[in-house]
């Protein structure tokens, strides 16, 4: 495993120009706003309605709707994230930091359509909106699609987030990273979509369970965000609606905390970060324990790291630990560097790597005893 860079996230970008041809910012009739942006609209993500808007930051973040009607607007309010919109399972365009905007697909045929648009990118930083959809004129917006009653969270770093996977060079620059990053085709994306499940990807480039890449950052982790919905805003906790109840979750972290040595002037030395890990690693599987129940079942990850198997070997036996407690629904999964090419930005594994990695976690999962 070669080191990973974290990505330099701007707290604030210049706010895109319209893009010709489409209309400007639409605002949302009187009785979609007191109904709620999300009455038509179905997303499992970590979202928070505020008026007009649902407010959100983590990557993978998707809202899908029905219409009829030759076509349909999109409202966001987003300057820093990049998003795809998808028609009947189809890529109708990609939207690069669209700002505050009504995006228009049109030139549909007459009848009913589907629509997803889903937050590619990682904007830790920055606060997404998403306004709903917008029908035509002789259009209209239908009832969302059902809930999948399958679900799945997905907790981790760059790995997981897609950091850089559809990048054709491994020398990329911070906004080469964003514009190349694309959660919604990450391993885990792709394997939640072939078990046709619904998903939330809380993945956070360059943090660690206590220790983030290179020692940057000490002041903080990957667990002083992941109760948030919007991970810019201290002291936010994400307020679960009552619909989020996953059968399965996997985690992965351990590679911002192993891959590259410690650093003069860290709190670490080797011996007292491992102890700190697990320790930290048995609280955060408590908590989803408490959270989530002893019905679900939680993959605790691993994957190849060349300069250490201490990651490895470190969380096969957090796992063999809880079994010998009693809970035999934390699971241990490790998927090895065969077949991949780590060709995305700064050695991330690539697109053809996602996919090679979703299929090992797809028959993974299968291994499993979910009550789904």
Known sequence: MRPVRMIAVLAALVMAASTPGVAAAAPLTSSDRHAGVLTRVHTAGRVEVDGAFAKYSWPGVYFEGRFRGTGVGIVLNDAAADYDVQIDGTSATTLVTPGQTTHWVTGLGKGV??????????????????????AVPHGAILPGPAARHRQIEFIGDSYTAGYGNTSTTRDCTGDEVNRTTNADLSFDAVAARRLNADYQ?????????????????????????????????????????????????????????????????????????????RTAYHAFLDKLRDRYGRATTIVVSA??????????????????????????RVRFWYYPETGLDYAGCHWHPSLHDHQIIAGRLSDFIATLPLRW
Do not use: C
């Open 113 to 134: 359509h589907d629509v997803r648009v889903v937050k590619r990118s990682e904007s830790p930083w920055a606060t997404s909106e998403f306004g709903g959809f917008v």
């Open 201 to 277: 990807i809380n993945a956070f480039s360059g943090r660690g369970m206590v220790r983030n890449y290179n020692g940057s950052e000490p002041q903080s982790d990957y667990r002083t965000y992941y109760d948030r919905a919007l991970l810019g805003v201290e002291g936010d906790v994400w307020k679960n609606p009552g619909t989020w109840r996953p059968q399965l979750v996997v985690i992965g972290l351990g590679i911002n905390d192993f891959s590259t040595a410690i650093n003069p002037g860290e709190q670490w030395t080797p011996e007292t970060l491992l102890a700190a890990y």
């Open 303 to 328: 994957t190849h790291m060349s300069n250490t198997t201490v990651y490895a070997e470190t969380a096969q036996q957090i796992v063999q630990e809880r079994n010998s407690q009693g809970d035999d």
